[in-house]
């Protein structure tokens, strides 16, 4: 029997009418899903006030109410407790519920603009290989143990970490890597869990919709790292101009890494092809199976997240020669003619510019490298032209297309991507709203040796129009078209 006082234990109180040694069944932040003897938490959010559906908990029998601002009219038999901040405190009480699982394992949190999802896929199946159970929160899925689940979020919310978190620890799971985003931050669904470690990869564009300015988003990132504890280690990119502000203010250990600059951990890319990469970590050359400069960034970051969690350094360089690509990052397929087609996550300025840096470093000749890309709608809009400008400076042929609309027009959003595109590069351009015909065409544009990119979607298995999502595979549908075309 769990009792009310007990998952409050933490949590700064503001005034409590009612008793709290009531037994309750559930914690709940959504009125539509709460039941009898449940605990409502409102909370003020992005669309709606969940303030204004208390009167509609408590008519399904919740037995306690969290909020911020305490109802005019109370009801006898229910327990009314004010506090500060809604999200804080349901994350507080989560943790208490699931009996605090994030102390009984070692939590890694990643966070930054890209590179996450790789670096937290590939510790889990480091320390896979190295023979632990190991658990993952992340962007594509959730893993306890071996056992797969789907993910809703990148960071999901507090009681859905902690109720993974806690089946991972009876599984037997003693690391945890999880993705941290700017959201996930903001909105408190970390605060309260006890990690053993943070990794911060870089900072660029992104998420300006939601986030005031760059600043703020800086200052969200950063705020995670404040919160980590003594100790914890912090490890940051020292080449990110937003390295060291992102450790600022920590009690945890300090920790960097770095290609360019002095850092604890350093990095030498030797050799970087399509086979892969050779490289040299802290003096140490090694051919790893993943493509382009900054996944150099991210497997130095796993190398030194792996050592600080105690791994021995011979064993860790082995392991990460092994480690394959995360799917839809730089996935890709060579075709019977010697077209390279990539399916790859970038859906943002800076990793666009990322993925197309590294094809065209890693280009021999004049093949022609034929991009196809879109940006999602209901989401920052600022990233647009900034990406059409990209896309079109660096490649030879850019077909912009749709990247889930949502309930936007996709038209208009390939309009706005159109008005990054300078005007000597235009003639690369053209636009299909029809992703499926947009790599249809690239396809049929591309010539023995030619590179096909296609941006955006990475993983994803769908297209959402309107609320609605359809069955949707970059990478089975450039593989299936360029068989059709005998290419
Ligand atoms: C903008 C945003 O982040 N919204 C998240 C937020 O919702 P919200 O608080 O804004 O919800 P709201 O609709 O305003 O409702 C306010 C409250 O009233 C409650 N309510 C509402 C209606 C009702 O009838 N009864 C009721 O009780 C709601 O449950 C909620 O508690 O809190 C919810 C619960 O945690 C999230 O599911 C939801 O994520 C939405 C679906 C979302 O799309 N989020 C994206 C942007 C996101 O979080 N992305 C990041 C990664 C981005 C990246 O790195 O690229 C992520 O971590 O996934
Ligand atoms: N260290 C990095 N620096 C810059 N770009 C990167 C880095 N790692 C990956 N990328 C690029 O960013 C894309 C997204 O990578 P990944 O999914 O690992 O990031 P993420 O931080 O999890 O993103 P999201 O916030 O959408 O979950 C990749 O497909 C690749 O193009
Ligand atoms: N986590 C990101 C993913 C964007 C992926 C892109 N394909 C899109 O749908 O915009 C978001 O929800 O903003
Ligand atoms: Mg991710």
């Given at each position: 029997?769990?009792?009310?006082?007990?998952?409050?234990?933490?949590?700064?109180?503001?005034?409590?009418?009612?008793?709290?040694?009531?037994?309750?069944?559930?914690?709940?932040?959504?009125?539509?899903?709460?039941?009898?003897?449940?605990?409502?938490?409102?909370?003020?959010?992005?669309?709606?006030?969940?303030?204004?559906?208390?009167?509609?908990?408590?008519?399904?029998?919740?037995?306690?109410?969290?909020?911020?601002?305490?109802?005019?009219?109370?009801?006898?038999?229910?327990?009314?407790?004010?506090?500060?901040?809604?999200?804080?405190?349901?994350?507080?009480?989560?943790?208490?519920?699931?009996?605090?699982?994030?102390?009984?394992?070692?939590?890694?949190?990643?966070?930054?603009?890209?590179?996450?999802?790789?670096?937290?896929?590939?510790?889990?199946?480091?320390?896979?290989?190295?023979?632990?159970?190991?658990?993952?929160?992340?962007?594509?899925?959730?893993?306890?143990?071996?056992?797969?689940?789907?993910?809703?979020?990148?960071?999901?919310?507090?009681?859905?970490?902690?109720?993974?978190?806690?089946?991972?620890?009876?599984?037997?799971?003693?690391?945890?890597?999880?993705?941290?985003?700017s959201?996930?931050i903001d909105?408190?669904?970390?605060?309260?869990?006890?990690?053993?470690?943070?990794?911060?990869?870089?900072?660029?564009?992104?998420?300006?919709?939601?986030h005031?300015?760059?600043?703020e988003y800086?200052d969200v990132k950063?705020l995670?790292?404040?919160?980590?504890?003594?100790?914890?280690?912090?490890?940051?990119?020292?080449?990110?101009?937003?390295?060291?502000?992102?450790?600022?203010?920590?009690?945890?250990?300090?920790?960097?890494?770095?290609?360019?600059?002095?850092?604890?951990?350093?990095?030498?890319?030797?050799?970087?092809?399509?086979?892969?990469?050779?490289?040299?970590?802290?003096?140490?050359?090694?051919?790893?199976?993943?493509?382009?400069?900054?996944?150099?960034?991210?497997?130095?970051?796993?190398?030194?997240?792996?050592?600080?969690?105690?791994?021995?350094?011979?064993?860790?360089?082995?392991?990460?020669?092994?480690?394959?690509?995360?799917?839809?990052?730089?996935?890709?397929?060579?075709?019977?003619?010697?077209?390279?087609?990539?399916?790859?996550?970038?859906?943002?300025?800076?990793?666009?510019?990322?993925?197309?840096?590294?094809?065209?470093?890693?280009?021999?000749?004049?093949?022609?490298?034929?991009?196809?890309?879109?940006?999602?709608?209901?989401?920052?809009?600022?990233?647009?032209?900034?990406?059409?400008?990209?896309?079109?400076?660096?490649?030879?042929?850019?077909?912009?297309?749709?990247?889930?609309?949502?309930?936007?027009?996709?038209?208009?959003?390939?309009?706005?991507?159109?008005?990054?595109?300078?005007?000597?590069?235009?003639?690369?351009?053209?636009?299909?709203?029809?992703?499926?015909?947009?790599?249809?065409?690239?396809?049929?544009?591309?010539?023995?040796?030619?590179?096909?990119?296609?941006?955006?979607?990475?993983?994803?298995?769908?297209?959402?129009?309107?609320?609605?999502?359809?069955?949707?595979?970059?990478?089975?549908?450039?593989?299936?078209?360029?068989?059709?075309?005998?290419?």
């Amino acid at each position: 029997m769990i009792v009310l006082k007990d998952i409050l234990y933490k949590v700064p109180l503001e005034k409590v009418l009612g008793n709290t040694s009531v037994a309750i069944r559930d914690i709940n932040f959504d009125s539509r899903k709460v039941g009898l003897d449940d605990v409502f938490v409102a909370i003020n959010g992005s669309l709606s006030d969940g303030h204004n559906y208390i009167k509609g908990a408590v008519d399904k029998g919740v037995i306690a109410i969290v909020c911020e601002i305490l109802p005019l009219e109370t009801v006898n038999g229910v327990t009314y407790i004010q506090v500060k901040d809604s999200q804080e405190a349901l994350a507080m009480m989560a943790s208490n519920f699931y009996d605090n699982p994030s102390t009984e394992l070692k939590l890694v949190g990643i966070t930054g603009t890209n590179g996450k999802t790789t670096i937290a896929t590939l510790l889990y199946n480091l320390f896979s290989k190295a023979g632990y159970v190991a658990g993952l929160l992340s962007t594509v899925k959730i893993m306890v143990g071996n056992t797969q689940l789907n993910a809703s979020h990148t960071t999901p919310d507090s009681l859905t970490i902690n109720k993974f978190l806690r089946e991972m620890v009876d599984a037997g799971v003693s690391f945890c890597f999880m993705e941290v985003s700017s959201h996930g931050i903001d909105q408190k669904r970390t605060s309260g869990l006890e990690f053993a470690g943070g990794v911060f990869t870089n900072l660029s564009h992104d998420h300006l919709d939601y986030h005031k300015d760059f600043k703020e988003y800086r200052d969200v990132k950063k705020l995670f790292f404040d919160q980590l504890p003594k100790t914890a280690f912090a490890l940051t990119n020292a080449d990110d101009k937003n390295g060291d502000v992102m450790l600022q203010n920590t009690v945890a250990r300090k920790y960097s890494y770095a290609a360019k600059t002095v850092a604890d951990y350093k990095v030498q890319i030797l050799e970087n092809q399509f086979q892969g990469l050779l490289l040299k970590i802290n003096n140490q050359e090694l051919w790893v199976k993943l493509i382009g400069n900054f996944n150099a960034y991210n497997l130095l970051a796993i190398y030194a997240t792996a050592e600080l969690l105690g791994l021995e350094q011979l064993e860790i360089l082995q392991l990460i020669s092994t480690l394959e690509s995360v799917d839809g990052r730089f996935q890709f397929k060579i075709s019977e003619k010697n077209i390279t087609a990539i399916v790859d996550y970038a859906h943002t300025p800076d990793a666009l510019k990322n993925v197309l840096g590294t094809i065209n470093t890693i280009r021999t000749g004049n093949e022609e490298l034929i991009t196809v890309v879109g940006c999602g709608g209901d989401r920052d809009t600022a990233k647009r032209p900034k990406m059409g400008h990209i896309a079109s400076q660096l490649s030879t042929k850019v077909i912009f297309t749709s990247d889930n609309p949502r309930t936007e027009n996709p038209e208009a959003i390939i309009e706005e991507i159109e008005k990054g595109v300078s005007p000597e590069n235009f003639r690369k351009t053209l636009s299909i709203t029809d992703r499926k015909q947009a790599i249809k065409t690239a396809c049929q544009m591309a010539a023995e040796n030619d590179i096909i990119l296609i941006a955006g979607k990475g993983h994803e298995t769908y297209q959402e129009v309107n609320g609605e999502r359809t069955d949707f595979d970059d990478f089975k549908i450039v593989n299936e078209l360029l068989i059709a075309l005998n290419k």
